[in-house]
């Protein structure tokens, strides 16, 4: 069947934040595999800590509301429970001891703590064997967080121990807190660390059904973390080994996104995707039937060595719907420049909005050599809208363009193919539609060879418009003017108010989309549009997200960047950026929804997301960043920026983003300072105020 497409060669897309061109991005067949969907397993979370939410009841004999539970400590290094609620902590009483006591010393291990400075426990923790140490802390991403204290044992007595938590008495008469009571809802989350080497590991088990309507199947194991692997040392298709613990269970907490929890029991009975029956590995599903961000926390609970152990792991996991499908049609026609449009048919099942949601497309692309041989000849990318086609109202087309010049490079011509076609959408990044399959493309109207066309410069030099495409004219018009117009922007990261202190840098002017929770898309098109008024263009120095923003700018969009592209030095510098997401970002959204604060979760931070996002970006583009981490300082017992992100982080980090999690592979990775957190009011100051090294970046910056 030939359908008769509306060609519609300039893609015009409204964006409510002004008109920005996207890139026609292309580049070597050798990239291909560096595009393959993620596998969950290989960027699963992997945690010794656990996060428990407390509902305290009113007690049958005190005028009190209390909650009593165990809580197993199973490492003998350190012992840390760590508080947050949207009341005042002070308001709190915990007392915590082991079920058995130590009577080594002869001592009563009773231990109680009171958040206010009561006079009375200071004196009582004196004569007390194993004393906590109380450390305050803003536990969060960025510039959303909540107080936090922890009280950390050292040494502890391995064992259960008894956990008695009492409200005060203003609590008792608080409207608020009385309700949540009455509907079990947790009024203070308890986050359990136990140092060791026995982690959880927990996926969803594949990225393409992230759909309403869909089974969403979920996995967990204990695995040791000496073993683990490294992405850059593991053989292909490593695994963990799942450790097998007597008296196992398992079971997924689910927050959906009207609010409401589930609980949901997991099986390792072979039958629930989790391999075979009793090896450790638990398996779950999760029907989803809303579209936005699941919060999915994964508890995993054994007996080890005699001792109990709980562990868990908080995903946050983002549903969309279907809404196109690739149906392995392809058309293609040449412009004036002889480049090939390639049109991609897809179907939609809802057509209401497909026209006005840009998404990702990237597909290889292959012609026919001279010989009559099928000959690979680049990838091309970018983001496109669907555009009706005449025919048919559930029909679209996406596109993508191909420069004539990858075309001639490799000596190829007509017929082409196209292969490894994938569709994604833009704010999530969750794949919607790909196929493995190779499709014929069929040309509409006559093929011009491009082999006959003189080709300056030569045919081995990639050039700029062959990557990205063509510039919008008004931005082409400027390349190479100056005018003293352009400028160093300084960006901050999520929900963030201004982070750099603006006098260390030249020539720069502050972002100051402050408080606000963006995916990387979006925020890419306000910076771009903030940037828009340096006419000369502009370079950026960005903290945390801003960074992924940075990067998501420079590959997608044509911009004030591509100006400064041509000049000398930095156009892109970043600190403490989560390139591979944060597990965090997961803890926080059940956190941060528990406790009240404004700014909502946002997917593109957690590893997940940020794993699904970083496939599409391709190396010339990473090859444009020059990034810094930070981490706490060394050489104490226990080394921190936060005590309680240090228990969903890996070792070392910043306080949020640890750094197994930044590398950014094609980049340039310049420094790892000690002694720098990467928030305010954090253990080390915070690492954008190192003045020194912001004057470095200063004066390595274009502008
Ligand atoms: C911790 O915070 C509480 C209440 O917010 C305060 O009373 C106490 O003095 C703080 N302790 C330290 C060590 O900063
Ligand atoms: C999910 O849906 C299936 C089929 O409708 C049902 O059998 C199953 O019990 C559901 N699971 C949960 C956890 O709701
Ligand atoms: C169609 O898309 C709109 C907007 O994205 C969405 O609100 C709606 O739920 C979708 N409908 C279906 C059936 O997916
Ligand atoms: C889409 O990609 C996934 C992951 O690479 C793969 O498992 C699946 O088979 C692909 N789907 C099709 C239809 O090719």
Known sequence: MRLLLLLILIITISFSYGALTPKNLAGEPSEFSSFNIPNPMDVAQSSDSSLLGISMAKSQLKNTFEWSGIVPVDSDKEFTLTFFSSFPLTEFNIEASPKTPSLKSG??????????????YGKFFKSLHQTPTITNGSFGIDGATAPSISLTWEQPTVGDWNVLITASSSLRNNEKFKKM????????????QNPSDTHIYSYVSSYNSLFTGQKVSVLAMLHKKSEFLSKKTRPVN???????????????VLGLPDGSKETI??????????????????????????????????????????????????????ITSQYLELTGE??????????????????SANQTTVDQTPVHVYSEVYGTDSDGNKVAIA????????????????????????NERWI???????????????????DTFIPLSNTSSTSNVKMIGEYKDVRTIEHTPALNVITKEMRDGKMPKELAERVGKSTGNGKLILTHGYCSEGVWPIEDFENSVEFQDFNQNRGNDEFAQILANFGAQFTDGFSLVAHSQGGNAALHLVTYYHSGLDLSQQLEGRIIQTMGTPYQGTALAGTWASIGSAVGVGCSSNDDLTVDGAALWLKSIPADKRAFVYYTTTQYDTGSLINYCNLASNAVLEWPNDGVVDNEHTPLEGATYLNNFKDWCHSDGMHSPQQTTNTEYNKEMSSNSVW
């Open 265 to 318: 029991p997991m099986y390792d009975d072979g039958l629930h995707d989790d391999e075979q029956a009793n090896d450790g590995i638990f398996g779950g599903y999760v029907n989803v039937s809303e579209l936005g961000n699941y919060d999915l926390q994964v508890i995993y609970k054994g007996v080890q060595n005699g001792n109990s152990l709980v562990r868990s792991n908080q995903h946050l996991i983002p």
């Open 238 to 252: 490593w695994k963990p080994s799942p450790l097998k613990l007597t008296d196992v269970s398992a079971e997924m």
């Open 330 to 347: 392809v058309q293609s026609s040449q412009d004036g420049d002889a480049n090939l449009n390639i049109f991609f048919i897809v179907t």
């Open 181 to 192: 009571a009455d509907d079990s809802t947790p009024q203070l989350l308890m986050l359990i």
């Open 379 to 402: 990838w091309v990318a970018g983001i496109s809208t669907a555009q009706p086609i005449e025919t048919s109202s559930t029909t679209f087309a996406l596109s993508a363009v191909l």
């Open 408 to 426: 001639a490079k490799v000596g190829a011509t007509a017929p082409f193919f196209v292969k490894n076609v994938q569709i994604s959408d833009l």
């Open 107 to 120: 001592e009563h291990q009773q231990q109680q703590h009171k958040f206010n400075n009561h006079h009375k």
